[in-house]
């Protein structure tokens, strides 16, 4: 069983930066690949970011690429998202995820919600214009 703690959300003017932390437990935390979501009010969870374990890369959506940066820090357990030149439309409930590696080479599309085996809790960041 994996835990997801997700930190560093918060109320930011448009234009700004934060960055989000997601503290995961365990000692496998390496052979896992960490996806970011984000919810906004009435609307659809939607996919933002993942980094896929060892050297497979990165996958981000459209609407963040060039603004958001997805990392990892095996060493501690922990995923980053840097979020620069935020927009109002980034105004969400922000949630890290897990999926669990089942084969060497990444088989699985990460963008849908349904290929995360664990789920943190969510942090809320609002955008001001």
């Known amino acids: 069983q994996v835990q997801l703690v997700e930190s560093g959300g918060g109320l930011v003017q448009a234009g700004g930066s934060l960055r989000l932390s997601c503290a995961a437990s365990?000692?496998?935390?390496?052979?896992?690949?960490m996806g970011w979501f984000r919810q906004a009010p009435g609307k659809e969870r939607e996919f933002v970011a993942v980094?896929?374990?060892?050297?497979?890369?990165?996958l981000y959506a459209d609407s963040v690429k060039g603004r958001f940066t997805i990392s990892r820090d095996n060493a501690k357990n922990t995923a980053y998202l840097q979020m620069n030149s935020l927009k109002p439309e980034d105004t969400a409930v922000y949630y890290c995820a897990a999926h669990r590696a089942r084969a060497v080479v990444p088989n699985v599309d990460p963008r849908l919600g349904r290929e995360y085996d664990y789920w943190g809790q969510g942090t809320q960041v609002t955008v001001s214009s």
């Open positions: 980094i896929w374990w060892s050297a497979f890369g990165t």
């Open positions: 365990g000692r496998t935390f390496r052979t896992y690949a």
